[in-house]
Structures are given as C-alpha cells and as structure tokens.
Antibody, heavy 121, light 113 residues
Framework: QVQLQESGPGPVKPWETLSLTCTVS????????WSWVRQSAGKGLEWIGR???????NYNPSLKSRLTVSVDTSKNQFSLKLSSVTAADTAVYYC???????????????WGQGTMVTVSS | DIVMTQSPDSLAVSLGERATINCKSS????????????LAWYQQKPGQPPKLLFY???TRESGVPDRFSGSGSGTDFTLSISSLQAEDVAVYYC?????????FGQGTKVEIK
C-alpha cells in the first residue's frame, strides 16, 4: 500500500527557510492531490497547502506569502518550503494524500508519520 | 475561513457504553450540486498521525469498525461510537474540505471512565 515519509533537516533557526520533502512509496504520485498539514499544541491541526501532480497549488492564506509547495513526479516526491520562520512555526509537519474521487482539501486517507520541526536559535 | 467547533472537548465513557461527539461548522459544508457534505472525521492516537474514519460525513473508510458511525448534514455533524472499546481511546477531529483552507475542529479527547 501507499506510504508517505517526511524528511527534513531538523531544527531551523528563526528567519530561515524550512524545507521538507515527502516521498511517496508503494504507488504512483500521479493524479492525486497532496497536502501538508501541521500540528502544534497551540493551534491544533492546520492545513498548510496542497498540490496536484499537474502542478496546481492551493495555499492557506495565513501562510501564502511565505509558502511554496512543489512536486517532482520523476522522484515521486513533493516538497514544502516555508520562509522567514518563527517560533510559531514549531510543529509536527505531516504530508497527506486526498483520497481519489474525494475532496481535494480533505478526506486524507494516507498520512506520513510526521516530522517534528523546532524553530529555535 | 470556516470555523469548526467540536463538543465536548473531552468525555469519559464506560467500556461498552456509547460515546457521541458533535461538530458544528460556521457555514454549510453541503455542496448542492452533488448533495455531498464535505466533512471528514479522524481518529488520532498518541504519537501517530490522524487516521481517516469517515468522509462525506457518513461514508466509513475501509477497515473502520461498524461501531463507529457518522451522521449529519449542512452545519451539524455527529460521530458516535456505539460500544466503546479500550482501543478507541484517542482524540477525534472533524475537518471540513468544502472551502479553502480546509479547517479542523479543536479535537475531542475520549477516555475510559
């Protein structure tokens, strides 16, 4: 079955750019919508943004000015870049797949295990 | 943004008893053209990602036990567990995916009494 795995550099300093990659295994990345979701103690679950393998993106307006989501179908990966991070961006970051035939913004049927990102100097 | 409000924040239920979680959206998530409610329910256990239980408000995801049920339409939705089992201890979230950004409820923690 399809599995997702987040990867990233670990701690990030304030005002730097957070970069994460989600690798899709056990199936094709094509034709699905892929999202990033984060979870922090203060704000619960927050949808960050999504991308279709055609390249179409949709971002949470609260993050849009700092966010870029991209896809590399040749590597079966999609990525997140969040610039100018602050402590408020400290969270567990998940990648997730919107199920086929469902909504594109939710109904996530496959999730990665999540990666903790701490923003600290 | 559509605000999702769950109630209660937590509840303790005896094993074998019924647990009911409510979720209210600040605007309707029913899409009139296909008569579908863009509402999902998830279960999250400590150290794990959320697990999809229901989509379209009441369509059970494959593998989810039938003691779980989802209902509601428009702005008011309910997740019920007919006979609580020990493995059902978790935090449950609703999420609307009718409009961007997709938004989640604050979560309801279910414990054993």
């Amino acid at each position: 079955q399809v599995q997702l795995q987040e990867s990233g550099p670990g701690p990030v300093k304030p005002w730097e750019t957070l970069s994460l990659t989600c690798t899709v295994s056990g199936g094709s990345i094509s034709t699905y919508y892929w999202s990033w979701v984060r979870q922090s103690a203060g704000k619960g679950l927050e949808w960050i943004g999504r991308i279709h393998t055609s390249g179409t993106t949709n971002y949470n307006p609260s993050l849009k000015s700092r966010l870029t989501v991209s896809v590399d179908t040749s590597k079966n990966q999609f990525s997140l870049k969040l610039s100018s991070v602050t402590a408020a961006d400290t969270a567990v970051y998940y990648c997730a797949r919107a199920q086929a035939g469902g909504g594109t913004l939710g109904g996530f049927d496959v999730w990665g295990q999540g990666t903790m990102v701490t923003v600290s100097s | 943004d559509i605000v999702m409000t769950q109630s209660p924040d937590s509840l303790a239920v005896s094993l074998g008893e019924r647990a009911t979680i409510n979720c209210k959206s600040s605007q309707s998530v029913l899409y009139s053209s296909n008569n579908k409610n863009y509402l999902a329910w998830y279960q999250q256990k400590p150290g794990q990602p959320p697990k999809l239980l229901f989509y379209w408000a009441s369509t059970r995801e494959s593998g989810v036990p039938d003691r779980f049920s989802g209902s509601g339409s428009g702005t008011d939705f309910t997740l019920s567990i007919s006979s609580l089992q020990a493995e059902d201890v978790a935090v449950y979230y609703c999420q609307q995916y009718y409009a961007s950004p997709g938004t989640f409820g604050q979560g309801t923690k279910v414990e054993i009494k």
